[in-house]
């Protein structure tokens, strides 16, 4: 069964980047689908970034276009999502999320992300 860990979380201030982690144990990462969810306080998760088995093909949510890059390292079983340019409304818990083609279905235990103005 996969397991999910995220790492890279922190304070940051306005304007600065991080970089969260996502390793995958138990099986290979390269036969997951795998995206980024957030979820601020009082707000819905919501999802950040996606991106396909191969990362062929990779989606943002409009409020992260151009500042987030999603990737993957398959010989790490990690993937990555750095994000640049933070604002204050990143600040959120980020969750890594993989599903397979039987769509079974995994999540981390998230990172907090906090960004100062």
């Known amino acids: 069964q996969l397991q999910l860990v995220e790492s890279g979380g922190g304070l940051v201030q306005s304007g600065g980047s991080l970089r969260l982690s996502c390793a995958a144990s138990?099986?290979?990462?390269?036969?997951?689908?795998v995206a980024w969810f957030r979820q601020a306080p009082g707000k819905e998760r919501e999802g950040v970034s996606c991106?396909?088995?191969?990362?062929?093909?990779?989606n943002y949510a409009d409020s992260v276009k151009g500042r987030f890059t999603i990737s993957r390292d398959n010989a790490k079983n990690t993937v990555y999502l750095q994000m640049n340019s933070l604002k204050p409304e990143d600040t959120a818990v980020y969750y890594c999320?993989?599903?397979?083609?039987?769509?079974?279905?995994?999540w981390g235990q998230g990172t907090q992300v906090t960004v100062s103005s």
């Open positions: 991106a396909t088995t191969r990362s062929d093909v990779t």
């Open positions: 999320y993989a599903q397979n083609q039987f769509l079974n279905r995994y």
């Open positions: 138990g099986s290979n990462l390269d036969r997951y689908a």
